[in-house]
């Protein structure tokens, strides 16, 4: 069974951005630089893992999410994500 864990929210504890707004290029690329992040530190997902850009839509607005999906019947994707939301409460 897969899961989706959030592991970062951009625009950081503010509202959501309107759509086609720079702020949300800006979100993206900030996303895709904190899933590079996670790879130099944590190596490359293990099998049944996989980070992620998800956007958000609420109206006429958009949040960005770095998402870490889980295979639950692999542990290694777990753990993965485990050290993934250890490292955002740092």
């Known amino acids: 069974m897969q899961s989706c864990l959030t592991i970062y929210v951009t625009p950081y504890e503010e ?15 900030e996303c895709h630089e904190l ?9 490359k997902e293990p099998k ?25 019947e692999f542990q290694a994707s777990i753990d993965y994500a485990h050290c993934c939301l250890i490292l955002r409460e740092e």
């Open 48 to 72: 049944g893992a996989g980070l992620r850009t998800m956007i958000l839509i609420a109206g006429s607005r958009a949040a960005c999410h770095v998402v870490c999906w889980i295979d639950n």
């Open 15 to 29: 509202d959501f951005t309107c759509i086609g707004e720079k702020n949300r290029r800006e979100a993206l690329a």
């Open 35 to 43: 899933i590079l992040l996670l790879r130099d530190i944590f190596g």
